[in-house]
């Protein structure tokens, strides 16, 4: 099972949940990808997981997604905003 990332308040965080396999990143740096990946970065190696320059890396070798749960509109919504 790869590893998966969520978002979730500060005061309410467990960075990793060994169980699941879920990092936990702060609500507020849910608003760039760049954050969002300096921070599951950290994690990843914190759990001794080696990373390349550019992504997040499983253990397995596989890219971590960074935004299961945000709905594929919604970014293409802000997307179109952004660009306006
Ligand atoms: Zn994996």
């Known amino acids: 099972m790869c590893i998966r990332v ?3 308040p500060r005061d309410q965080l467990e960075p990793w949940d060994a ?6 990143i702060p609500d507020e740096l849910s608003a760039t990808t760049l954050y969002t990946l300096r921070a599951v970065r950290a994690v990843l190696r914190q759990l001794g997981i080696d990373q ?3 992504g997040a890396r499983c253990w397995c070798g596989d890219e971590i ?3 299961p749960a945000i709905p594929q509109q919604r970014r293409s919504d802000e ?3 952004l660009g306006a």
């Open 52 to 54: 390349e320059p550019f």
């Open 79 to 81: 997307v179109i905003h």
């Open 6 to 8: 969520r978002f979730a």
């Open 19 to 24: 169980e699941q396999q879920i990092i936990a």
């Open 65 to 67: 997604e960074l935004f």
